[in-house]
């Protein structure tokens, strides 16, 4: 198995490292930057007598050492800086994943593609239509990192361990995201027998809120250990051909009832990427609120230019 991350940034580089701890196959890092990738995979290697493991990962600046990958990650990127907009932002990430994705297809036209980069939905969407794979090829990282932040929230507000959460977070990855009580369950019991609607609320405001938070105590720089470890498990699922259901940023092609754009749902991930869309069964104002969520995203693709 080739697993190759474009992007030897933070995401990129501790997802490199989860992925070597375990063992999931050959694992080739790259980054435009010269010498970054090569760096940090000699010092990822470098881990492996200290660990007890072996493994093999490489570091380059040239995309070519992509070629006949298994999986591909993309977490290059630009993080929005002080006096950027967001659609600067938009324009300079859809031009970055423009020139990754035409290296992708002409490289390694076999790949299950995780996109990472954001924002998530439209990059997940531009990475499908650059490379023209079939929409199962092309996934984006985005509600399973949502429903893990949920997961805590829900954790720390019950006071019960995080692990016995199993959260379900549906739609954009950002402000439009949906947290889901009734398909959310603690030791299988559904969320809605533990929260009140107020409770609930709050924790979904939280939810939405954390990656800002995050991004504020840091100063500089933003969230990358709870992402690296999201992409890892997606990784992980479809290296080993787990079939597990998780949530994940998929293209809907009437599924809800929406058509040609990229969001979360849930998933069932195996070696063919994404194997099944799972329609859940929604109320009417979750099914409002997520087509309010496919709109918003369908609002900002008109402003990407491929
Ligand atoms: P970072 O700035 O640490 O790393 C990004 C790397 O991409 C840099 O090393 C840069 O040199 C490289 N890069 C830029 N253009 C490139 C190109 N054409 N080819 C190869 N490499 C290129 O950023 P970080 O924190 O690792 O985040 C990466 C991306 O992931 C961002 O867009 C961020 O917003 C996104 N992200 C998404 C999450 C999600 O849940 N989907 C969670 C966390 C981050």
């Known amino acids: 198995m080739k697993i190759s991350i474009i992007g030897a940034g933070n995401v990129g580089a501790l997802s490199a490292m989860r992925i070597a701890q375990y063992n999931l196959g050959d694992i080739f890092l790259v980054d435009i930057a010269k010498g970054l990738a090569e760096g940090k995979a000699l010092d990822l290697a470098d881990a492996q007598a200290v660990l007890g493991l072996d493994y093999n990962i490489r570091g380059s600046d040239d995309i070519s050492s992509i070629k006949d990958s298994d999986i591909v990650v993309i977490t290059a990127g630009l993080a929005r800086k002080p006096g950027m907009t967001r659609e600067e932002l938009l324009a300079r990430n859809s031009q970055i994943l423009k020139e990754v994705c035409l290296n992708i297809k002409k490289l390694a036209s076999q790949a299950v593609v995780i996109v990472v980069t954001n924002p998530l939905d439209l990059m997940t969407y531009l990475a499908l239509k650059i490379t023209g794979f079939a929409k199962n090829k092309v996934l984006g990282m985005g509600s399973s990192l949502d429903s893990s932040r949920f997961a805590n929230l829900i954790a720390q507000e019950l006071k019960l361990p995080a692990s016995n959460v199993e959260a379900m977070v ?109 329609e859940l069964d929604l109320t009417d104002k979750e099914k409002k609120e997520l087509l309010r969520s496919a709109d918003s995203i369908r609002n900002l693709l008109k402003q990407l230019v491929f």
């Open 170 to 278: 549906v739609g954009a990855h950002g402000e439009g995201m949906l947290p889901l009580a009734k398909y959310t369950k603690i030791k299988g019991v559904s969320l809605e027998e533990f929260l009140s609607d107020e409770q609930m609320e709050n924790l979904t405001k939280k939810t939405i809120g954390r990656g800002a938070k995050i991004v504020a105590l840091l100063g500089s720089g933003r969230a990358f250990l709870a992402p690296s470890a999201a992409v890892t498990q997606m990784v992980r699922i479809i290296a080993k051909d787990e079939k597990k259901i998780l949530g994940a940023c998929a293209y809907l092609d009437g599924e809800y009832g929406i058509k040609d754009i990229c969001l979360g749902v849930p998933c069932r991930l195996g070696r063919g990427g994404i194997e099944k869309i799972i």
